[in-house]
């Protein structure tokens, strides 16, 4: 059998020869935190996990554009011995700081317009509406760099001193309403299972029989369904950006839903979804074991102050002043954790695997790096810039993430992953193309052996490689 092409490629920037690399790394950290740091990725501390991969022979191997797919040769430890030792640094009062500077920022912003985004100063209406709107998305932005800080410490890179990493952790995620040590474990899980079907935590895609499922059609029908209608694709978006966070921690949407392997055999019989106690806020929840139980109490401990905060701020102040200053950038937090998350994880040219394939090395490289100007390497520290870094080494801090990622580009060769393309606005743009072409996975057509364990993403939108034909049994 042929092997299927797209007739439409997308043009991804991808790794240069480790040639052209090996002279472009140059030191990049950021002299003080008011200034863009260079962000560098974290290991997940499993050092362990560089053997063992799984052989695979592979034969017919391609990703959703049709382009050849080749799975990853080489270790951890090569990842780890090419970055340089300085990288690992970390520093408390360096991360303190950086905290600093951004509670600077929200305080200075806030003080400006609620003294001076005022009828005394701007006498139009419209005006004074349209500087407020905008106050929100830059407090917003702002917020989601103090939730990048909490997500360092969560991973151990934002200092030497576990109780200092915790508690600004606890605290800085707390006053955003997550559940600081919840997500923390669940989210380790996401970095030790990165692609794998059946244990990843973050955005794992459909595979053919949920997604025909979920639309009422049969597997053989998804080649011959018609276009989705861009409407369809809003409503999905909205849906996604606004109600995907807190979704994500109430019922684990878009985490595994394979509960039933849960050691202490709290998954039996449990799936995702409301009222199924599979959330990041209930102590026998399958996400956790008995011994996390205390973390998971004190961090429904940090959101109970902050709502009982909001609620005493919303009743002195009114509700239409808290939805500006707080609900409003809330929700705008919001949707950059799902946009970054889900564009970090989701590609044409990703594959990822079923647990018999899958491998720690394999895994982190089924990631992508994307570019998001000064907002991302500036108020988001780098969490864009240097995400396949982060999944191989987690405990680098990000102001060192620039540097370690250009020592690692050379040991990944082809398999680094980078669409740069347009910058902020490609990145805006690569929602709403991820989400029309990579609607579910499946292996290739015609993959024999185990190569039917490596799964790519397909959509019915005729974009990239088409869905297998199969026959009705």
């Known amino acids: 059998m042929s092997t299927p092409r797209s007739s439409r490629r997308i043009a991804l920037q991808r790794a240069q020869t480790a040639d052209s690399l090996s002279s472009s790394v140059s030191p990049s950290i950021a002299p003080s935190p008011m200034e863009s740091p260079k962000q560098s990725p974290s290991s997940t501390s499993l050092s362990s996990m560089d053997s063992d991969i799984p052989a695979v022979k592979q034969t017919n191997l391609y990703d959703a554009n049709g382009n050849e797919f080749q799975l990853p040769d080489f270790t951890i430890k090569q990842i780890r011995d090419a970055i340089p030792k300085h990288c690992y640094e970390r520093s408390g009062t360096r991360g303190l700081l950086y905290v600093a500077r951004d509670i600077l920022y929200l305080s200075v912003v806030f003080y400006a317009f609620n003294n001076y985004v005022t009828p005394e100063y701007i006498p139009s209406q419209g005006v004074r509406a349209g500087l407020w709107a905008l106050y929100t998305v830059v407090q917003g932005m702002v917020a989601t760099g103090i939730w990048v800080l909490a997500h360092e410490c969560g991973h151990q890179s934002f200092s030497t001193s576990k109780i200092l990493n915790d508690t600004v952790g606890w605290i800085c995620h707390s006053a955003l309403l997550v559940p600081?040590?919840?997500?923390?474990?669940?989210?380790?899980?996401?970095?030790?299972?990165?692609g794998n079907m059946e244990r990843d935590m973050v955005f794992v895609p459909k595979d053919r029989e949920e997604f025909s499922?979920?639309?009422?059609?049969?597997?053989?029908?998804?080649?011959?369904?018609?276009?989705?209608?861009?409407?369809?694709?809003?409503?999905?978006?909205?849906?996604?950006?606004?109600?995907?966070?807190?979704?994500?921690l109430i019922t684990n949407v878009t985490g595994h839903d394979k509960h039933e392997k849960q050691p202490e055999g709290r998954g039996k019989g449990k799936k995702n979804g409301l009222f199924s106690g599979v959330n990041h806020f209930n102590t026998s929840s399958p996400l956790y074991e008995a011994k996390d139980a205390k973390l998971v109490l004190l961090s429904d401990l940090g959101i109970a102050i902050t709502g009982f905060a909001l609620y005493a701020l919303t009743q002195k102040f009114g509700l239409a002043n808290m939805a500006v200053w707080y609900f409003l950038p809330y929700l705008w937090v919001n949707h950059w954790l799902v946009a970054i998350t889900f564009l970090q994880h989701t590609d044409p040219t990703l594959p990822h695997y079923t647990g018999d394939v899958w491998s720690f090395t394999r895994?982190?490289?089924?990631?992508?790096?994307?570019?998001?100007?000064?907002?991302?390497?500036?108020?988001?520290?780098?969490?864009?810039?240097?995400?396949?870094?982060h999944h191989y080494v987690s405990t680098i801090p990000f102001y060192n993430a620039d540097e370690a990622s250009e020592a690692i580009k050379p040991v990944m060769g082809r398999h680094y992953r980078a669409d740069v393309r347009g910058g902020p606005i490609g990145f805006l743009g690569a929602l709403w193309q991820n989400s029309r072409s990579c609607q579910w996975v499946e292996p290739n057509e015609g993959a024999q052996g185990q190569d039917k364990n490596v799964l790519f993403f397909r959509n019915r939108n005729s974009i990239g490689v088409k869905p297998t034909v199969l026959r009705a049994s």
Do not use: C, N
Not at 180 to 194: E, L, N, V
Not at 217 to 241: C, D, K, N, R, S
Not at 373 to 387: A, D, N, Y
């Open 180 to 194: 600081y040590f919840s997500w923390k474990i669940s989210h380790g899980k996401h970095h030790k299972a990165t």
């Open 213 to 248: 499922s979920r639309m009422g059609h049969m597997l053989h029908e998804l080649h011959e369904l018609t276009e989705e209608t861009p409407i369809a694709t809003v409503l999905h978006l909205v849906g996604q950006q606004l109600f995907g966070w807190p979704l994500y």
């Open 363 to 389: 895994g982190a490289a089924a990631t992508i790096d994307r570019e998001f100007g000064f907002v991302g390497r500036h108020l988001f520290h780098g969490i864009i810039e240097t995400h396949v870094l």
